[in-house]
RNA sequence: GGUUCCGUGGCCGAGUGGCUUAGGCACCGGUCUGCAAAACCGGUUACAGCGGUUCGAAUCCGCUCGGAACCUCCA
């Protein structure tokens, strides 16, 4: 069988995944800023983590997943002075900066819930971690990496350049990015535009800030990844994950900061997951191009005629590969939604199919194929174009064309099960545990076969759709009827 | 303006040198059915344009057109 390739945006390839630490591995990811609610695309991005998650741990690895809650410290632009995003919305709103986190932060792990994302092993806050980055500038200062600048602490991009290049995952070249920077108000204190602030001292009339040897301030943009992901995981860990916009300058600033302090790269495999697009543009807090998640599940929203439950819209996810752009649109998103539906029965057959003394096709090389796409960089498109291949199998050993065996059948269960459910994260919401239900539905089945057979079909129809009207769909074959929501 | 990426059939979306007619949705025909639905079998539509490299390119190179991300907070 194949072994599992990550395309690394650092090296640019694809390579070979090899824990650091024999079958442990630690993977960090950029979590969201808690000003405003999440949107979806915000959701592909951790979705996306969510199933690299499942699949490591669907290989007996033992993960450790951290992911961060940013509560602090984003400034809002150079030109507002420093003025951090919780702070001006909670000035907005009237409300305590930790009331405007605590809303979102509940907000976003009730969404992440309802898409079936297992939580993160540790998701700590940048607010929760002040002594850890105050003690991690103080670091960088000691090698000499930064300087203070009226109280704040400006990270020496063009210093640090001489002895480790700067711009290597993002493939810019420091003179490049000298040439193109722009002329901003407030950057007087920075010795180079390209100088980021590990730490800032706070203006009088700002909310967040903690004491520091340098200034009443609070810790700089990108500090808060390097000290937690550094704090929980160690100065090397394996897999650090964000979306695409964050590679510049977000991860860079981080790779510099964790050579800085540590004096080696803080990670093995860097990836990034592309956008999730609406019209065509990325969705965006900013710009309005938003749809949210609570809006997508109800259908109450002016892009959609109807709602789509959570494992709909992540099978839709996962339908096209986390490095590719995807384009959400009312068409793409009801096609999966049936495509699901298909996939869900293929499983219900799958559970009750009838075996032979052999298979009349190789199902040990279906379930290589699943573990092939997923070694592939986790291509979750191929997989499920392998499970729709099954499932043309599942099917037609139904309708007795094709065969398995009993040793066949056991290992294609557990297999599709533990893709379709626990890889892919996706859950059978077709599926009834109201025994009552099932009880009612067993009485109309009955009175309706016998209304066939006494060839009364205006009941039979009656019943057939008052109950489609209702969203229970009924299923005539040589074995008698079954029915599905 | 600079950096990077993309452009696949009616729609979504894999594939990156030769055999995947990927897969899903839609559509058409057939089997099954009292009629349907589902399922199964079969079919239709393709690699933005132009030029080049090659025995051979959707896949490599160049140009043109179109789109996106980053260069300011952003998943």
């Excluded at 996306?48 to 632009?77: A, C, P, Q, W």
């Excluded at 079909?457 to 969203?471: P, V, Y």
């Amino acid at each position: 069988m194949s072994k599992l390739h990550i395309y690394n945006t650092l090296t640019k390839q694809k390579e070979e995944f090899k824990p650091i630490q024999d079958d442990h591995v630690g993977m960090y990811v950029c979590g969201p800023t808690v000003y405003s609610y999440v949107h979806l695309g915000n959701c592909r991005t951790f979705t996306s983590f969510d199933m690299v998650y499942r699949y490591l741990l669907y290989l007996g690895y033992k993960v450790r997943y951290v992911r961060n809650i940013t509560d602090v410290g984003h400034l809002e632009s150079d030109a507002d002075q420093g003025e951090d995003k919780i702070a001006k919305k909670a000035r907005l709103e009237q409300l305590e900066p930790m009331e405007i986190v605590q809303r979102y932060t509940v907000d976003f792990r009730n969404v992440m819930r309802q898409l079936n994302a297992h939580p993160p092993n540790i998701e700590p806050t940048a607010t929760g971690h002040l002594i850890e980055q105050i003690q991690m500038v103080q670091e960088i200062l000691d090698k000499g990496f930064a300087y203070e600048s009226n109280g704040s602490v400006y990270f020496d991009v063009e210093k640090y350049n001489e002895s480790h290049g700067y711009g290597e995952l993002s493939g810019r070249k420091i003179e490049d990015l000298i040439a193109g920077s722009r002329e901003l108000d407030g950057q007087e204190e920075k010795r180079s535009p390209l100088d980021f602030a590990i730490w800032k001292k706070a203006s009088p009339e700002h909310i967040m800030r903690w004491p520091s040897p340098w200034s009443d301030g609070f810790p700089g943009w990108h500090l808060e990844c390097s000290a937690m992901s550094t704090k929980y995981l160690g100065e090397t860990f394996d897999i650090h994950g964000g979306g695409m916009d964050l590679k510049f300058p977000h991860h860079e600033c981080e790779i510099a900061q964790g050579c800085a302090a540590t004096g080696h790269k803080p990670v093995k495999y860097w990836m990034h997951t592309n956008m999730l697009t609406l019209n065509g543009k990325k969705m965006s807090k900013s710009t309005g191009n938003t749809l949210s998640p609570a809006e997508l599940f109800s259908g109450e929203n002016d892009k959609l005629e109807k709602g789509y439950s959570p494992s709909v819209v992540r099978f839709f996810m996962m339908q096209a590969h986390y490095s590719s752009e995807l384009d959400f649109s009312s068409d793409a998103i009801s096609a999966s939604e049936k495509g699901f539906i298909k996939l869900m029965t293929a499983y219900g057959v799958l559970l009750k199919l009838e075996t032979s003394s052999q298979s009349s096709k190789n199902v040990q090389e279906m379930v290589d194929s699943f573990y092939d796409a997923m070694n592939d960089d986790f291509n979750t498109p191929i997989l499920i174009a392998n499970l729709f291949e099954t499932t043309k199998y599942i099917n037609s050993v139904h309708v007795g064309t094709e065969t398995i065996s009993k040793e066949d059948l056991e290992l294609l269960q557990k297999e599709f099960r533990g893709f379709v459910f626990d890889v892919l994260g996706l859950v059978n919401e077709t599926e009834s545990d109201n025994s009552k239900m099932d009880e009612v539905m067993a009485l109309l089945m009955e009175i309706r076969a016998e209304s066939r057979a006494k060839k009364d079909f205006a009941t039979s129809d009656l019943i057939r759709d008052k109950l489609q009207e209702a969203g229970i769909t009924i299923k005539d074959s040589k074995e008698g009827t079954t029915w599905t929501f």
